[in-house]
């Protein structure tokens, strides 16, 4: 594809390469990267290669339906859009635009503590609650009010991340500077900003403001990666622990997923704080480098919670026939990171319903050629050779 980008963009790495083109360098890399060096971000996309489906034929599979239910809620398929902070950087008003593409296909979209729209934007043209993610702030204060707009702009669940007690070490966004204002790192951004002027014009004029849209109050100044450091350094609290979420359960009505949970003993202790689901993610690879990928944790997970709470899982989701083999290893859905994002900065709004056309196609490709109409029909059954 590399040669011939003129063609129609078919899959999630195609959508890749015109992101690229699109956006900066820095900012490209910001996305694309993961933690040091990046050895579980690519076990992510790899394990799920290895899993192998079982082709099974003459099954009558006239009546595939790829519909199902996410925390409570009536999906078009058992897919969510993960929270991306900063979506507004790689799209004009990226949540607003998701967040309509992921409303036509009934899924529900996922807006970032720091995305840039606030929630008030995004409840004014959904048509659909969606969900609002959260990270533990320290003070409580903001996260009390922080819950209130949520429900006051109709949010139904919240995914609340754990994984995030400090940040982790990104190369590429080290070697960018990305957080840094000085000079040197000024100047170098300017220079790939300035080789994309078609991001100049679209994103950084039209799509203004670039507040962290919820948390205007406490980081007013748009653009301003140094005091957004600042303030996580400041305000990201280290100290959370399962009492937290224990508190966070009191205060909030509606559902709550536990974002950022690998291991069996952690995903009993999020049920056992009152959540309603956990996400099994490693946050895409962009945190502990090193950690096993999403998928090989899934089933031990789905084992011990025995149905207890629901299962979503994300990190290398990459196709619907990604979404399959999750499923077939237990998962009630999957979230998606990067490939909406790709999509969305590569080719907008309409890029990304196009993407997740093709996934949908790709999951009922994958039910009738193993033999299954139904969701829950998928079990380990459809699944070969497992590693
Ligand atoms: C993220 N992720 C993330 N997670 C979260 O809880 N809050 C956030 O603000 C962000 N921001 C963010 C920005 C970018 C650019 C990326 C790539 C990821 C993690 C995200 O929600 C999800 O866990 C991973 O992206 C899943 O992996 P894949 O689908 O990208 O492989």
Redesign the pocket.
């Known amino acids: 594809m590399g040669q011939t980008m003129n063609v129609q963009p078919a899959t999630a790495l195609d959508y890749r390469r015109l992101a690229e083109k699109k956006l900066p360098r820095f900012l490209f890399d910001?996305?694309d990267g993961g933690a040091n060096d990046e050895v579980t971000l690519a076990a992510?996309v790899r394990d799920f290669q290895a899993i192998c489906l079982r082709q099974q034929v003459m099954r009558d599979v006239s009546s595939i339906d790829t519909s199902s239910t996410l925390a409570g809620e009536a999906v078009g398929m058992p897919l969510a859009l993960?929270?991306?902070?900063l979506a507004g950087l790689f799209g004009r008003r990226g949540e607003a635009q998701a967040l309509r593409a992921a409303n036509q296909f009934s899924l529900p979209f996922t807006l970032?503590?720091?995305g840039i729209c606030p929630l008030e934007e995004l409840r004014a043209l959904s048509s659909k609650p969606f969900w609002f993610?959260l990270y533990m702030i320290r003070d409580r204060g903001l996260i009390k009010e922080l819950l209130l707009r949520a429900q006051a702009n109709g949010c139904t669940t919240l995914?609340f991340?754990v994984d995030l007690a400090v940040t982790g070490m990104r190369h590429r966004d080290m070697r960018n500077g990305i957080m840094s204002n000085n000079l040197k790192n000024s100047l170098a951004k300017a220079w790939q900003i300035g080789t994309r002027p078609g991001w100049i014009w679209d994103i950084g004029i039209m799509g203004r403001p670039h507040h962290f849209g919820n948390l205007a109050e406490v980081i007013p100044e748009p653009n301003d990666q140094a005091a957004f450091r600042q303030w996580i350094g400041s305000q990201f609290d280290p100290s959370v622990t399962w009492e937290d979420i224990a508190w966070l359960r009191s205060l909030w009505p509606g559902k709550l997923l536990i974002?950022g949970v690998q291991e069996v003993n952690d995903a009993l202790a999020a049920a056992d704080a009152g959540a309603d689901g956990v996400i099994v993610?490693n946050?895409?690879g962009?945190q502990l480098d090193g950690v096993a990928s999403s998928i090989s944790k899934l089933p031990a997970i789905t084992a011990a919670l025995g149905g207890r709470v629901e299962v979503l899982m994300?990190?290398?989701?990459r196709s619907g026939l990604d979404i399959f083999r999750a499923l077939a290893l237990g998962a009630n859905g999957v979230?998606?990171?990067?490939?909406w994002?790709w999509a969305m900065a590569g080719g907008g709004e309409a890029g990304l319903r196009d993407l997740l056309a093709t996934f949908k196609r790709e999951l009922e490709v994958a039910m009738a050629l193993t033999g299954v109409n139904r969701i829950a029909e998928i079990t380990p059954a459809q699944l070969d050779n497992l590693r």
Not at 82 to 85: H, N, S, V, Y
Not at 335 to 339: A, F, H, S
């Open positions: 910001y996305i992510n993960a929270p991306i902070g970032s503590t720091v993610q995914v991340t974002k993610s946050h895409g962009r994300d990190g290398g989701v979230l998606i990171g990067r490939p994002v």
